[in-house]
């Protein structure tokens, strides 16, 4: 169930990528303070890609992620990642560590008791806020038409309906 939610955000985020034009994925947005689409769906995947890097040895550090240009730059590549990704996420539960900092100014690591499941749920709703951040960016750059819960969270548009009826 988790899994089809995480496919479910990548087919909406692959649908919108595809009407891009690289020129468009890779232009600053002044409304994301220069920030290109291509960056946020750089940020998207690399978390992902933390979490399947770190499965084996029940470890996953964010802070640690390649920040790989290539990603940001390559539309293509992106779309591929997605689907790389979606296909990977089918994994059992384990118990794992998540190794973070959280403060620049401190050397010192917290490491926090998390599980793979709790992670990819987190990926997934870290991956909506950044859809509702490349929203504004895609309506910056393009006359593209998003669906109304693009970049919305599940339980937003879940509450939304109830409030409807």
Same mark, same amino acid.
């Given at each position: 169930?988790?899994?089809?939610?995480?496919?479910?955000?990548?087919?909406?985020?692959?649908?919108?990528?595809?009407?891009?034009?690289?020129?468009?994925?890779?232009?600053?947005?002044?409304?994301?303070?220069?920030?290109?689409?291509?960056?946020?769906?750089?940020?998207?995947?690399e978390?992902?890609q933390?979490?399947?890097?770190?499965?084996?040895?029940?470890?996953?550090?964010?802070? +640690?992620?390649?920040?790989?240009?290539?990603?940001?730059? $390559?539309? #293509?590549? &992106?779309? *591929?990642?997605?689907?790389? !990704?979606?296909?990977?996420?089918?994994?059992?539960?384990?118990?794992?560590?998540?190794?973070?900092?959280?403060?620049?100014?401190?050397?010192?690591?917290?490491?926090? +008791?998390?599980?793979?499941?709790?992670?990819?749920?987190? $990926?997934? #709703?870290? &991956?909506? *806020?950044?859809?509702?951040? !490349?929203?504004?960016?895609?309506?910056?750059?393009?006359?593209?038409?998003?669906?109304?819960?693009?970049?919305v969270?599940?339980?937003?548009?879940?509450?939304?309906?109830?409030?409807?009826?």
């Amino acid at each position: 169930m988790l899994q089809q939610a995480v496919q479910n955000v990548f087919v909406q985020l692959s649908a919108s990528l595809n009407q891009l034009t690289p020129r468009q994925y890779n232009q600053p947005c002044n409304n994301l303070f220069n920030s290109t689409i291509g960056q946020h769906v750089r940020h998207i995947i690399e978390l992902f890609q933390c979490l399947a890097c770190g499965y084996q040895n029940g470890k996953v550090n964010y802070e +640690k992620r390649k920040r790989d240009a290539g990603i940001e730059n $390559n539309k #293509e590549l &992106a779309l *591929h990642l997605l689907k790389e !990704i979606c296909l990977d996420l089918d994994k059992p539960n384990k118990d794992m560590t998540l190794e973070n900092t959280y403060d620049e100014h401190s050397a010192s690591t917290l490491f926090i +008791k998390t599980n793979y499941l709790r992670e990819v749920a987190y $990926n997934l #709703e870290h &991956a909506v *806020h950044h859809m509702a951040l !490349i929203r504004v960016g895609i309506s910056e750059v393009s006359g593209i038409e998003l669906p109304e819960t693009y970049g919305v969270a599940a339980s937003t548009t879940k509450f939304k309906q109830t409030c409807v009826q």
